[in-house]
């Protein structure tokens, strides 16, 4: 069982950064693949990057590569998702999501955090 609460949402303008922070509770964190997903209003949720468990491999949405950078620390149990460059399409609800085996599909996640605000103004 694995219970994720994301920080670090607010509002910043077109154009800076912004790091997104989720925090796992739970004795097999580092066993469990984590995502990043995303919801803006009337649109459905939508992949934005995902880390295996060694952190070795990452993968992105091609509407935030080179932008985001997804990571991770086990020892402390959480997981970031630094923004660069951001955009106001980049407006959302930010998700942290945690699966077993999984890559893009929202439904491939069994555990979701509460979500944190992005706004970015242009």
């Known amino acids: 069982q694995v219970q994720l609460v994301e920080s670090g949402g607010g509002l910043v303008q077109a154009g800076g950064s912004l790091r997104l922070s989720c925090a796992a509770s739970?004795?097999?964190?580092?066993?469990?693949?984590m995502g990043w997903f995303r919801q803006a209003p009337g649109k459905e949720r939508e992949f934005v990057a995902t880390i295996t468990w060694s952190g070795g491999h990452s993968y992105y949405a091609d509407s935030v590569k080179g932008r985001f950078t997804i990571s991770r620390d086990n020892a402390k149990n959480t997981v970031y998702l630094q923004m660069n460059s951001l955009k106001p399409e980049d407006t959302a609800i930010y998700y942290c999501a945690a699966a077993r085996n999984a890559r893009s599909n929202a439904n491939e996640y069994d555990y979701w955090g509460q979500g944190t605000q992005v706004t970015v103004s242009s």
């Open positions: 739970g004795r097999t964190f580092s066993s469990y693949i």
